[in-house]
């Protein structure tokens, strides 16, 4: 990965973050620290379109979407905390803050 772009993933992970703290969201009643739950997984699906958040491939039977977590700590399953990204955004995130 070039240093561009982790620089376009870096900055569209903070930004997404970033309106997620500013949007209403549909998980006001979730109890916090505990895993997430296939109706909490449903909401982000339907709320945030089914696709990766960073480069908008759509989840299909190729693409898998999954959840990540932005601050590495599976227990805080705020929505603000969480992406939907395909498999190969995932895997580029984790790689990139092992660099680190």
């Given at each position: 990965m070039t240093e561009e772009e982790k620089d376009v993933y870096t900055l569209r992970i903070d930004r997404k973050?970033?309106?997620?703290?500013q949007s209403s969201s549909l998980f006001s009643k979730r109890r916090r620290g505990h895993s997430i739950t296939t109706q909490i997984r449903e909401e982000l699906i339907v709320e945030r379109k089914n696709k990766c958040e960073i480069c908008d491939k759509?989840?299909?039977i190729?693409?898998?979407?999954?959840?990540?977590?932005?601050?590495?700590?599976?227990?805080?399953?705020?929505?603000?905390n969480l992406l939907l990204v395909c498999r190969d955004c995932h895997r580029a995130i984790h790689k990139e803050l092992h660099r680190k």
């Open positions: 973050q970033s309106q997620l703290k759509q989840d299909s190729d693409i898998r979407i999954v959840m990540h977590h932005i601050d590495r700590n599976r227990k805080n399953n705020n929505p603000s």
